[in-house]
């Protein structure tokens, strides 16, 4: 069955300095996409990085980067230059065979420090 | 603006008292789901639905029900809620069923059953 596993509950890091949040997945499926969302402390869930598994390039948006070792299945989030609005609990996802459907690790809580 | 929507945002009830979160989509989007959010396990999906009137179980569906005879709406229905229902609830949709295309999230329902 597929899983999400997200093995670090919390993380802090220095304001402007990188931070590596892990991410291990287990599919069978060879098509598969990985998501990662921030949710801050208000609630609301917002996209940050898709990472298609056919996709040879590790995906980047602006300060996040996805870096995807396809043999390893991880799809671990970098966030450089960490800012005090990252402060927030990061999720890993995967789809699941189409139909709307992600599974979600349990999450990352992130802080950053002045 | 795209977005989705819930209400309410905040609800507190009690055991038995059948209640319905709405959420509606702007976007057109043929496919929506329902996933809870409880500490250390990530979002988990209730419910999905492809199209209008075609909808179908996900991970945790005991205990809801949902409708989808318009196009843009979907609601969670809890005929008789209980309190390990307590919960954080996202509606959620997308355009594409393949998982390949960002699913955007409504604002969330904090559900309370006493």
């Known amino acids: 069955a597929q899983k999400i596993t997200q093995t670090q509950p919390g993380m802090f890091v220095q304001e402007k300095e990188a931070v590596t949040l892990d991410c291990t997945y287990d599919t069978s499926d060879q098509s598969y996409g990985l998501f990662w969302y921030k949710q801050p402390s208000s609630g609301e869930m917002i996209f940050l990085i898709y990472q298609g598994s056919y996709d040879e390039q590790n995906a980047t948006e602006g300060r996040y980067s996805l870096n995807f070792q396809k043999a390893r299945k991880s799809a671990n989030l970098v966030i450089s230059a960490s800012q005090l609005g990252d402060s927030a609990m990061y999720f890993c996802a995967m789809d699941n065979g189409g139909y709307n459907k992600l599974i979600f690790g349990a999450g990352t809580r992130l802080a950053v420090h002045p | 603006e795209a977005q989705v929507t819930q209400n309410p945002r905040y609800l507190i009830t009690v055991t038995g008292k059948k209640l319905t979160v709405t959420c509606s989509q702007n976007?057109?989007?043929?496919?929506m789901s329902w996933y809870r959010q409880d500490p250390g396990l990530g979002l988990r999906q209730i419910y999905y639905?492809?199209?209008?009137?075609?909808?179908d179980k996900g991970d945790v569906p005991e205990g809801y029900k949902v409708s989808r005879k318009e196009k843009r709406n979907f609601p969670l229905i809890l005929e008789s809620p209980s309190p390990n229902q307590t919960s954080l609830y996202f509606c959620?949709?997308?355009?594409?069923?393949?998982?390949?295309?960002?699913?955007?999230f409504g604002p969330g329902t904090r559900l309370t059953v006493l």
């Open positions: 959620a949709s997308s355009n594409d069923g393949t998982g390949y295309n960002e699913q955007f």
């Open positions: 976007m057109n989007h043929e496919y």
């Open positions: 639905s492809m199209n209008v009137e075609v909808t």
